[in-house]
């Protein structure tokens, strides 16, 4: 009795008659690249978005090897508090509305289609300080496994102190800085 492989042949044989190899980002460039594209598919994210007076509201978007998409909305006066993002780097951009982020060199306005690209370890805080709701879009590589939750005080718009290493926390000022 003939098989199929013995009639047509290993399928695995034949590259072309597989399925391709679904692309994914490999660089920061690439992940702020898949946000943008991510971003520009208004008719698939849209739709999911949902406004929570009492908390953010958050929802997967898109899981990849290595990587998680994430959609955030904020109401005005919410706030992530101050965390950083554990092993993972990051891509973060607005959708819509206007969003405030507060770091080591200060505060930033983050208007619809602004992007940021942050490093593990990298520790801010992101509010939406308008009237009006915002949305965002959260690229992170590897995926989030870790968001530590900073003291108020790790953050100070006054002085641009080096970043401790991942893993190291806000009990001692880093070496060669002075508390303050």
């Known amino acids: 009795m003939n098989s199929d492989v013995q009639i047509a042949g290993d399928p ?12 994914h980002p490999s660089t920061v460039a690439g992940f702020a690249g898949l946000a943008r594209s991510v971003a520009a598919d208004r008719a698939a994210w849209a739709p999911l978005v949902r406004y929570d007076a009492t908390t953010r509201w958050y929802h997967r978007l898109r899981t990849g ?16 508090g101050r965390h950083d993002h554990g092993p993972s780097s990051g891509v973060l951009t607005v959708l819509e509305g206007e969003l405030t982020e507060h ?4 505060a930033r306005t983050l208007g619809a289609g ?4 942050f490093a593990p ?10 009237l009006v709701p915002a949305v965002s879009l959260h690229v992170y590589f ?19 102190a080096p970043l401790a290493p991942y893993g190291a926390r806000c009990a ?3 070496p060669g800085t002075a508390a303050r």
């Open 172 to 174: 001692a000022p880093a």
């Open 65 to 80: 090897p290595g990587y998680e998409v994430w959609l955030l909305s904020w109401v005005p006066g919410q706030g992530s």
């Open 103 to 106: 770091g080591t060199g200060g």
């Open 142 to 160: 590897p995926g989030l496994t870790a968001m530590p939750m900073l003291a108020p005080s790790h953050l100070r718009s006054d002085e641009a």
């Open 12 to 23: 695995l044989a034949i590259p072309h008659l597989l399925p391709p190899v679904p692309a």
């Open 114 to 117: 602004a992007q940021r690209v």
């Open 121 to 130: 370890g990298y520790a801010h805080e992101v509010v939406n300080d308008a």
